[in-house]
């Protein structure tokens, strides 16, 4: 066996049943292994897409991803994705093939000091130095990915270590079981909680991550404490919960912000106080004390002082700060701005209301299906209209804000859960940025269901030259687009266009209803905007609204 | 502020880049720095005197998360976060 052949063998010890990749030079050995392997292969369009593949793999589910890339430009390709999982705590292992050892610093043909462009953006990275590494340093890549706070590993593997006689070592299974938080701290969590008159759950990605959704519903049934959620966090909190007040930060619901401005405990869950979350940070929920759970030691006092920390484990934690509260003084006011600030979808105008639209969708999805968006304005929309049952159903970059995130996202989702319905909400800026893809899709004939919101602009910077920048439309206009139904019939693609709102139904109808991939096309009001917006170093509480 | 931090680590061909990364990305000069590898023990000794306005607890969680890193330890003077209700 060589150490090419050993990495196949490796990934198949951890499970890995599908990955994603681009083959070149420097990793021919590695596909050479895998011409007579198990595990798919998916050959991506580009290496972004391999690394996003892979990311969208992960959070349907929950499992690790893996994209493989060869050395030079297919590993720089690569960057854009593990900066993705990197900011959005994701567990992806990248594999990288490198020039042979005695060439590299030499610049050779497609060398790149990948190891050293991986620093920023990995939890960890390897360059493996001996073939005699190569199983440990693979298994070590897996584990250090999926605990603690996980995140993308990257192994960078010289051509003639991949070709040189190797040995998979056994599979060692030491997990390290994850502290509970200190005692002395939730005995102080306990009495802010019960000496508070005015506290708000905060819900971040983290409990998704440390796999606590159940518990963390467990206790908010059992508080009924008022709920807020992350953009990450979106899925993990039962959509109708009577106490759930939708989504915070700058484009969040106005209940939302506001509960937790005025609140006087913050339980802050697997979440990091986000600039897009608090607004000026120093405005943010001015009267809370904070109990805050994480996984992660830094995350305590990074941006906020916490008053209780619980590190550790939130599963067993979360049941131990329950105690009855008598808050109903606090609910009912929270209730009342939940009623008063609900969505509403009664836009003037002809054209296709876009949060409408979302709504219906949200409406007609068959259970258990999964929205992948790209970044800006549609995807705000999705997270404001749209519902979710389980955080592995609602893939958004969040961290990064990747632009072209959601086709090769889908992409991965789809193979994770082959028989979901997946729907990647796009925009017309966003589909181009990895618009490779839909080879991707056509060559698997993957039933990837792409729904455009065109606008003819890159909306969301549109919106804000608007509003903060004296209208001065510096290069957001894409009204130069490609015929995007065209483009997509390249590809074996079907789909329609619509342009009015009573077409939506049936066009929705007929995008779920397809059995193979569809896009559907729909145009937009160039001048629609996200709204509320907090404006840039604004109060959580000064949220603008849109004016009628 | 000037601090002087003790770091343990295990000595890898990018274990000193990997901290000094870190330290300039997240607020930190670098003013005074001594390194000794141990070959017997695969280990590298690392005192280092930093300067930041930002609080040195969080350049050392930030160190200590490093795979490779076994310790930080600030010297007497530079206080942890501290933490009271």
């Given amino acids: 066996m060589n150490g090419a052949q050993l990495v196949i063998k490796a990934l198949a010890q951890q499970g890995v049943t599908t990955c994603f990749g681009y083959p070149g030079g420097a990793i021919m050995p590695i596909y050479d292994a895998f011409y007579e392997s198990d595990i798919q292969h998916v050959l991506v369009r580009n290496e972004q897409g391999a690394a996003l593949a892979a990311v969208g793999y992960a959070r349907a589910s929950g499992d690790v991803g893996v994209c493989l890339a060869t050395s030079g430009p297919g590993a720089t390709n690569l960057i854009t994705g593990l900066a993705d999982a990197y900011l959005d705590s994701i567990p992806v292992v990248a594999i990288t093939g490198q020039v042979a050892s005695p060439l590299i610093g030499t610049d ?38 999926r605990s603690g706070r996980p995140g993308p590993v990257l192994v960078d593997i010289p051509k003639d270590i991949q070709l040189a006689e190797a040995e998979l070592p056994p599979l060692l299974l030491e997990e390290e079981a994850t502290p509970a938080p200190a005692d002395d701290h939730m005995a102080l969590a306990r009495s802010l909680l019960s000496a508070a008159e005015r506290p708000v759950l905060y819900v971040g990605g983290g409990v998704a991550l440390a796999g606590a959704v159940d518990e963390l519903r467990a206790f908010l049934d059992n508080t009924h404490i008022p709920a807020v959620t992350t953009l990450k966090g979106i899925g993990t909190l039962p959509p109708h919960h009577p106490r759930f007040l939708g989504m915070l930060g700058m484009h969040g619901n106005q209940a939302a912000n506001l509960a937790v401005q005025s609140s006087d405990l913050l339980i802050a869950v697997g979440a990091r106080f986000d600039d897009r979350v608090t607004g000026k940070l120093d405005t943010f929920a001015p009267d809370a004390k904070i109990i805050h759970f994480d996984i992660d030691e830094v995350e305590f006092g990074k941006l906020r002082r916490p008053h209780a920390l619980l590190h550790g484990d939130m599963k067993p934690a979360l049941a131990k700060l329950e105690m009855p509260l008598e808050i109903d003084e606090w609910r009912e006011q929270c209730d009342a701005m939940k009623q008063k600030y609900k969505w509403r979808y009664d836009a003037p105008g002809k054209g296709i209301y876009a949060p409408s639209m979302l709504r219906q969708l949200s409406d007609q999805l068959p259970e258990n299906s999964v929205v992948s968006c790209d970044v800006g304005q549609h995807q705000m929309w999705v997270a404001q209209h749209m519902q979710f049952d389980s955080p592995h159903n609602h893939l958004s970059s969040g961290g ?29 800026g966003s589909i181009m940025m990895n618009i490779q893809e839909l080879g991707t899709i056509k060559r698997f004939n993957l039933p990837v269901k792409i729904l455009l919101i065109d606008n003819e602009r890159l909306g969301m910077v549109r919106q804000w030259q608007e509003l903060f920048f004296d209208k001065r439309y510096s290069e957001t206009n894409l009204s130069d687009n490609p015929e995007f139904l065209t483009l997509a019939s390249a590809f074996d693609i079907p789909g329609q266009l619509i342009t009015s709102p009573e077409q939506v139904p049936a066009a929705l109808d007929a995008m779920l209803n397809a059995k193979g991939p569809y896009l559907l096309h729909v145009a937009i009001d160039a001048e629609e905007n996200v709204w509320p917006l907090v404006p840039p170093g604004a109060a959580n509480q000064d949220m603008m609204e849109k004016q009628s | 502020m000037m601090h002087t931090m003790q770091i343990e680590a295990k000595d890898r061909p990018a274990t000193l880049e990997r901290l000094l990364r870190v330290t300039r990305h997240r607020g930190f000069a670098v003013r005074e720095m001594q390194m000794n590898a141990s070959a017997e023990r695969d280990s590298v000794t690392i005192s280092v005197t930093v300067a930041s306005d930002r609080p040195i607890s969080l350049l050392q969680g930030q160190l200590s998360k490093l795979v490779d890193v076994a310790s930080v330890t600030l010297d007497a003077e530079s206080q942890p976060l501290s933490i009271t209700a």
């Fill in chain 1, 108 to 145: 050779a043909f497609q060398e790149v000091d990948v190891l050293g462009l991986s620093l920023p953006i990995t939890k960890h990275s390897f360059l493996v130095e001996d073939v005699s590494e190569l199983g440990d340093i693979l298994q070590q890549a897996f584990e250090l990915a």
């Fill in chain 1, 400 to 428: 990064l804000g990747t632009m072209g995130f959601g086709m090769p996202a889908a992409i991965g989702a789809q193979f994770a859960r082959p028989d979901a319905t997946v729907v990647n909400v796009t925009g017309d």
